[in-house]
């Protein structure tokens, strides 16, 4: 049940942080290509992206039409950065019937950011 709900989160995290309302927009693809299939029967899936995505497109009036594919523009509304908080071991003792101490793991130290190195006023190389 926890590794369904890692991946769960994982996919909601994955498709928050992409540009996933451009795949809604795949249905728009396949139609211009139609379009452009029906004026031109030799032209291929592959040299219809590499026209519309990477390279020359032709001088056919529909700059309008080709903006509304998929990936043509994205919009970022926000920046999300993800961190690695630094922690160190913590031990909280409490005094009742009995003692009861809780240990809290601590982060590998070598996952943890160096402040020295990440500093932008550091000491020169030799």
């Given at each position: 049940?926890?590794?369904?709900?890692?991946?769960?989160?994982?996919?909601?995290?994955?498709?928050?942080?992409?540009?996933?309302?451009?795949?809604?927009?795949?249905p728009?693809?396949?139609?211009?290509?139609?379009?452009?299939?029906?004026?031109?029967?030799?032209?291929?899936v592959?040299?219809?992206?590499?026209?519309?995505?990477?390279?020359?497109?032709?001088n056919?009036?529909?700059d309008?039409r080709?903006?509304?594919?998929?990936?043509?523009t994205?919009?970022?509304h926000?920046?999300?950065?993800?961190?690695?908080?630094?922690?160190?071991?913590?031990?909280?003792?409490?005094?009742?019937?009995?003692?009861?101490?809780?240990?809290y793991?601590?982060?590998?130290?070598?996952?943890?950011?160096?402040?020295?190195?990440?500093?932008?006023?550091?000491?020169?190389?030799?």
């Amino acid at each position: 049940m926890k590794k369904r709900g890692v991946y769960i989160l994982f996919l909601i995290f994955i498709l928050h942080h992409t540009a996933f309302d451009q795949l809604l927009k795949l249905p728009a693809l396949v139609v211009h290509y139609q379009e452009h299939h029906a004026r031109n029967s030799e032209l291929s899936v592959m040299g219809f992206l590499c026209m519309h995505y990477w390279g020359q497109d032709d001088n056919d009036n529909d700059d309008e039409r080709d903006m509304q594919l998929p990936y043509k523009t994205v919009d970022i509304h926000t920046l999300h950065h993800s961190f690695i908080p630094l922690a160190k071991v913590m031990a909280v003792k409490q005094q009742t019937y009995h003692e009861i101490t809780i240990h809290y793991p601590a982060l590998k130290d070598n996952y943890l950011p160096e402040p020295a190195l990440t500093s932008p006023f550091r000491p020169p190389k030799a």
